[in-house]
C-alpha cells in the first residue's frame, strides 16, 4: 500500500530548530516532485515547500524563504524540511505530499500523509 509517513514533530520556542521527515512508501519515489503544506486550526492548508523529482529545484512559500529548506534522499524514500528559526505562527500540521504535477497546487497532490503537529510558542 502506497504511503507517506511524516514525523519529527513537537514543542518547540521560537526561535527553535525542528527536522520533518516523510517516509515514502511508493514505488516510484523518484519520479514524484515532493512538498511540504501546513495547515493551523480553522485556516486553509497552505503551501510551505516543494522540491522536483530530480532534487534539482526546489520551492518556497514566501512566509519561510530563508528560513526553512527542503531535500530529499533518493536511496531511503524520505524527503525532509529543516525549519530554522521557528515562528510561533508556523504552529501548525505539517503534511507531506507527492505529485506527478505542480507541487505547488494543493489540488494536484496525488498522495498525502496524516500530518505532523509542529507547536512553536512564544
Known amino acids: 500500500q502506497e504511503q507517506l509517513v511524516e514525523s519529527g514533530g513537537g514543542l518547540v520556542q521560537a526561535g527553535d530548530s525542528l527536522r520533518l521527515s516523510c517516509v515514502a512508501s511508493?514505488?516510484?519515489?523518484?519520479?514524484?516532485?515532493m512538498a511540504w503544506y501546513r495547515q493551523a486550526p480553522g485556516k486553509e492548508r497552505e503551501f510551505v515547500a516543494a522540491?522536483?523529482?530530480?532534487?534539482?529545484?526546489?520551492y518556497f512559500a514566501d512566509s519561510v524563504k530563508g528560513r526553512f529548506t527542503i531535500s530529499r534522499d533518493k536511496a531511503k524514500n524520505t524527503v525532509f524540511l529543516q525549519m530554522n528559526s521557528l515562528k510561533p505562527e508556523d504552529t501548525a500540521d505539517y503534511y507531506c505530499?507527492?505529485?506527478?504535477?505542480?507541487?505547488?497546487?494543493?489540488?494536484?497532490?496525488?498522495?498525502w500523509g496524516k500530518g505532523t503537529l509542529v507547536t512553536v510558542s512564544a
Open positions: 505530499g507527492a505529485t506527478w504535477s505542480d507541487p505547488k497546487n494543493v489540488r494536484l497532490m496525488k498522495f
Open positions: 511508493i514505488r516510484t519515489f523518484s519520479s514524484y516532485a
Open positions: 522540491i522536483t523529482w530530480s532534487g534539482a529545484i526546489t
